[in-house]
């Protein structure tokens, strides 16, 4: 520890957002960064506890996930090294565990700081700041090209489905191991759920695309425009490449099964998402009018329906509400939900606020859902809303309101079944493994829907079980 007092001398200080004013006439990126030397204070509060739940502290009680990072990144070791002002070196510790921190530092949502030490009596350290800033530094100095390019080739040929966050940390890797790897990617862009499933605003898109051109600069090729299974098939893969990774994501995407569901203007968020950000590549990151005089409702929370939120309030929404099925969270920690666990609290998400800020009324309606849609010439034009109790309608509270989109925001049900069919997977194992020697899944594929930093994580440990299957080793 560089500073034993760092952590009594200095406040915790966030890098800045935007005004709500100011960042919702764009679709720009709504952070930006604090000066270097207050970055440094940043990293000097870090105590270098004896035992850093930040990293080292993920467990299972209960069956429920408490504290820390999943991805063994090495967190106090950075963060003194960023201190120090050693930040070649704290690029060095960071992406030995984590290759897109530049993702996490802007989209993770932090599990590691609540878990900090600091945060059970305080407020724990910037972590994710910390670890933008030193990936930033790695772009700045050029060091992340060398990082990635392989000591020598094997000739050992892999091909991965899907570019999202574990399909780009798996390639990553076996790039590094020698492997020549092959990314396949049904949209027209890689980048997976990084590409469209997060807005603009969160994560900029020519982030991603620095992250894909770097990758493509190492040696790692992408094939996009291409469904698996359909444009290839999974004979034609196995037939060219001797190992497959599939990394498709959990992209089958809860519906909501009522009357009126069929009805135009019902869509799901992911969807709506992927078009809004076309837009934005399309046109530049300029505030639109698409949804001028239009009320929104999005039907679920979560960061997904925030991000929808959010997207909306830059289209020029005219009204927009918010329906969740579960009760209000505390505003407190309960006893049954301690430190280090993530805390189950109300928060309000930055597309909330920036709603709220807005339009000046109460955004969410809890313990609420709908139970029909109604519509002229096949359009929507009307909602039909219940009160919620045990996650079921109450009979009697029924309402009826005009509504011209709905979103349904009501998260994932686990990986699509189309790509692991035409593999003919039946089995897939806790090591990554599956029936089929040849085929490996990870990610979300494999756990459900998750984290980015999982994402990472499971990518990373796929690449490894390939690479100790031919025994090659950094």
């Keep these: 520890m560089a500073d034993p007092f760092g952590f009594m001398k200095y406040p915790r200080v966030n890098n800045p957002y935007r005004s709500v004013a100011e ?4 679709f720009e990126e709504m952070q930006g960064p604090l000066s270097d030397e207050e970055r440094r204070r940043q990293a000097a509060r870090c105590m270098n506890c004896g035992v850093p739940h930040c990293h080292v502290g993920f467990f299972y009680a209960g069956g429920r996930a408490v ?10 070791e950075w963060n003194d090294l960023v201190y120090r002002q050693e930040d070649k070196q704290a690029f060095e510790r960071l992406t030995k565990t984590n290759p897109l921190p530049e993702f996490t530092g802007r989209v993770c949502p932090a599990p590691c700081e609540v878990s900090c030490n600091e945060a059970l009596h305080g407020q724990g350290i910037t972590i994710k700041d910390n670890e933008r800033f030193i990936i930033e530094q790695g772009f700045k100095y050029d060091w992340v090209v060398d990082s990635g390019m392989p000591v020598r080739r094997n000739g050992i040929k892999v091909a991965i489905v899907g570019s999202g966050p574990a ?13 020549d790897v092959t990314v396949y990617e049904r949209d027209d862009r890689p980048g997976g759920l990084t590409m469209y499933g997060i807005p603009n605003m969160k994560l900029p898109k020519e982030i991603v695309a620095r992250r894909i051109k770097v990758m493509e600069a190492v040696g790692i090729k992408f094939v996009v425009n291409t469904n698996v299974g359909v444009d290839v098939t ?4 196995k037939a060219q490449y001797e190992r497959i990774i599939l990394t498709i994501g959990a992209r089958a995407a809860r519906d909501l099964q009522v009357p009126g569901r069929e009805l135009k203007g019902i869509m799901q968020a992911v969807d709506y998402l ?9 046109d530049g990151p300029r505030a639109n009018q698409r949804l001028a005089g239009k009320k929104v409702v999005v039907i679920g929370g979560g960061d997904t329906g925030n991000d929808c939120i959010a997207t909306a309030v830059r289209q020029g929404a005219a009204a927009i509400q918010q329906l ?6 505390p ?44 519509g002229e010439n096949g359009q929507l034009t009307s909602m039909t809303t219940s009160d919620v109790q045990l996650f079921k309608p109450v009979a009697g509270t029924e309402a009826e309101q005009p509504v011209d989109l709905v979103l349904l925001a009501m998260g994932f049900t686990g990986a699509q079944q189309s790509v692991l069919s035409a593999f003919e997977i039946t089995e897939v194992n ?9 085929v490996l899944v990870a990610g979300d594929a494999r756990r459900g829907p998750s984290l980015v930093i999982w994402g990472i994580h499971e990518g990373r440990m796929a690449a490894d079980r390939v690479a100790q299957s031919y025994e090659v080793r950094l």
């Design 23 to 26: 960042r919702i006439k764009d």
């Design 67 to 76: 504290g820390g990072c999943p991805n063994d990144n090495l967190i106090p």
């Design 234 to 237: 999974a004979q034609e893969l």
């Design 430 to 438: 806790d090591d990554y493994t599956t029936n089929d020697d040849q």
């Design 167 to 179: 399909g780009l940390s798996a390639a990553w890797q076996l790039n590094k191991f020698g492997f």
């Design 324 to 329: 969740e099925i579960t009760r209000r969270p």
């Design 331 to 374: 505003t407190k920690r309960a006893a049954s939900n301690p430190w280090p666990q993530w805390p189950m609290v109300a928060k309000t998400g930055y597309g909330q606020q920036e709603a709220q800020q807005l339009f000046g009324s109460e955004l969410t309606s809890y313990e609420s859902t709908a139970v029909g849609f109604k």
């Design 274 to 282: 992927t078009l809004a950000t076309k837009q934005v590549l399309k």
